[in-house]
Each structure stands twice: as C-alpha cells, then as structure tokens.
C-alpha cells in the first residue's frame, strides 16, 4: 500500500520537470487588464497548472500564459510590452519567446492609441487613432523620404518610392490592381538589392526597382499624411497592426505576417 502513494510523487516529478524545460516563471508580475484583448489568445478553465500548460504548449502562438484559480489564460510574444509588477501573480514564460524576428516598431492601434510597443517611438498629432488617412511618410525632407501609399493619386492602387537626391524620384512599384472600398488587407511593403516588392494579402503582388534609400537618420516621420501636403490630399482608411521590421522579410515570414491573429 505504500508503493502507489510513492509512485504518484515521482510521477508527478516528471512532468513538472518536463514543464520546467519549456517555461520559466516570473514572480510578482501580471499583464495590464486593461489592454489583455490585443494579445490575449484565448482563456479558458483548466482543472490544474498542467492543464495549462498543456494548452500553451499545443498553441503555436503562445508565449506567456497565467493560471489563476482554475483560470488558463494564453498570449502572444507581445504581451511582454503590457506586463506589470503585481503582488502575488505570475507569468510563465515560454523558451524562445523573445525572438521578435527582427520587428523594430509595432503599433497595434487600439483604444485610439497609436503608442510604439517595441522601441517607445509613439506617434504624436493623430487626426483620430481609429480613421485616419492612407500613407506611411518618413524622411527629414520631402526629397529623401521613403513613401508607401494606399493610392496612386486617385486610384485606389498602392505604390511605393524612395526619394534619394534633390529631386523626385521617377523609379516608382506601383500596383496594377486597385483595392476596393471597405474591404480589410493585410499588405507588406519590401526593399531589398535595389528592388522594391509589394505584397497584397501575404502574395507578391508588384515588384520593381527603385533608389536606394539616402543614408541618414529619419526624424520626420508621418501615418496618414504626406510630407507633400499642398499636393497630397489625404484619403480616408482603417489602420490596424502596423510593424516595421530591420530586415526584408522573405515570402514564407510576410505570409506567417498575413496568417496571424494579431
């Protein structure tokens, strides 16, 4: 009778120490209620903490969770920008979670916020977080700006330029089929060896060449307006999840990009 009380423990052993390979804990730490949607996966009941950990372990996405009570709740690798010191709580954090794959800025754009997640590089002056207009303009003037924009004039076609010198550039991607009024797209924009690639919905859409970029550091950056304002009205859109990353992400990442839920 002895024999079953000691075989329940060493079991038990086992698989606390399998789950101790894939986490670690992180004690006095809780995640912002406030903002859980935005990288919240899912949170459901688990009879126990290995139940939990189970279910983070069989979701691909899932990078932290928390097990309250009986209480499971999984998040993305983002949720690591909305944690918090609380008394009493803990975060289990998955191995490898911190490979952002070279994202430099991220702006999930909710509660009509449009702060940075990554580097703190938040956006000042926004017309409205939730409709605001349809381009990304960065440079210090408007002759060495990088422009993607949802239009090409009044198309409805998106394009994309790299201005190098004292002049505008004549070496422009632009697509040859128009988005449709409201209607949701998940679209990338890609420069790599001279050659700038756009991608509609995770497929290469367009591809052309265009300047190299003008080595300097940006300081004037806008979303949803111009740096050409007297000529460039701005066109009405929904943003939602923008990301810049340091690299060109090759086709296999942009689709992963389309696919996910955040």
């Keep these: 009778m002895l024999i079953k009380p000691f075989q329940f423990i060493i079991i038990s052993l086992v698989i606390s120490l399998a789950a101790s390979e894939y986490f670690t804990k992180n004690k006095?730490?809780?995640?912002?209620?406030?903002?859980?949607?935005?990288?919240?996966?899912?949170?459901?009941f688990a009879?126990?903490?290995?139940?939990?950990?189970?279910?983070?372990?069989?979701?691909?996405?899932?990078?932290?969770?928390?097990?309250?009570?009986?209480?499971?709740?999984?998040?993305?690798?983002?949720?690591?920008?909305?944690?918090?010191?609380?008394?009493?709580?803990?975060?289990?954090?998955?191995?490898?979670?911190?490979?952002?794959?070279?994202?430099?800025?991220?702006?999930?754009?909710?509660?009509?916020?449009?702060n940075d997640l990554v580097s703190k590089a938040d956006l000042y002056g926004p017309v409205n977080a939730i409709f605001i207009p349809n381009r990304l303009d960065c440079g210090i003037d408007r002759y060495k700006a990088v422009i993607v924009s949802l239009s090409d004039g009044y198309s409805n076609k998106p394009h994309y330029t790299i201005f190098y010198g004292d002049s505008q550039s004549s070496l422009r991607v632009i697509s040859s089929n128009p988005l449709e009024i409201r209607v949701w797209y998940h679209l990338t924009f890609t420069f790599k060896n001279k050659i700038g690639y756009y991608y509609r919905n995770g497929v290469l859409d367009k591809f052309g060449e265009l300047e190299y970029p003008k080595n300097i550091t940006r300081t004037v950056c806008f979303l949803g307006r111009s740096q050409y304002p007297e000529n460039d009205p701005d066109a009405s859109a929904d943003f939602d999840d923008i990301?810049?990353?340091n690299k060109a992400l090759n086709e296999d990442e942009i689709l992963k990009e389309y696919q996910k839920k955040y």
């Design 243 to 245: 990301k810049i990353f």
């Design 47 to 114: 009879p126990n903490f290995l139940a939990c950990v189970k279910a983070c372990k069989l979701e691909f996405e899932c990078a932290y969770f928390t097990y309250k009570f009986t209480e499971c709740s999984l998040y993305t690798k983002y949720a690591i920008y909305i944690k918090k010191e609380s008394q009493s709580s803990e975060i289990y954090t998955r191995l490898s979670t911190y490979d952002l794959n070279g994202l430099s800025y991220y702006w999930p754009v909710f509660d009509s916020l449009v």
């Design 28 to 44: 006095n730490f809780d995640f912002n209620e406030s903002k859980n949607s935005l990288f919240l996966i899912s949170q459901s």
